[in-house]
């Protein structure tokens, strides 16, 4: 059997160093992002992951009305917005998001606060007050019509409620918006929820918006759409 003979001049050769990889280049950032958002809308907790993945790339939240939300999206006031549906949607993209239930607010000396929730039928007879500013266009038979001016805002309407005249029907997230201590809210179980979406327009998609659906649609941050 032949014997293995060492390298000439005796030494075994020397061994590699393992070789560093090479660091990763910082993400670049994908933003600014002007992000629209209808009263009631909640985006606190998506905002809370942008701002962990995208700390280079500012998120600025926009207050728009609900009556104003296509035009602020049209006209590029801003570049995503959360919206009350249903939107016309010609040139835009919606992603429906989650649903409310709507309820009825009254002061809290009202009869109504005995039951635990309420159908429409338990509010014939009451001075039914919609502010401009409604998004529901709930019809309830028998309801008495104000005679005064329709209030400007939900806001106003609420407190035309607290003094105890009339109660006003809003989406559960503008109740608790509009929270005070002289009114309670039922929910209403026979009218439609009133559904929150996602809206940008089509030709305007970019990387922001695009990481921003991301976050909305639950993608982790190693995923490869963002």
Known sequence: MAKRTAPRGGKRPASRAPQKKPASAPTPPVGPLRLGAVPGATPGKWIDTWQERHRDSPLELVPIAAADQRRALVDGEVDAAIIR????????????????????????????????????????????????????????????VPRFAAPPTTGDAIETVATGVGIVIVPMSLARAHHRKDVEFRVLRDWRSSSVGLAWPTASTTPAIEAFIGIVRGRTANSSRG
């Open 85 to 144: 549906l249903p939107i016309q949607a010609e040139g835009l993209s919606v992603i429906p998001l989650y649903d409310e239930l709507p309820v009825v607010v009254m002061s809290t000396d009202s009869h109504l606060t005995a039951a635990e929730d309420l159908e429409l039928e338990d509010l014939a007879g009451e001075v039914l007050i919609t502010a401009l500013d409604d998004v529901l266009g709930v019809e309830v038979p028998e309801s008495v």
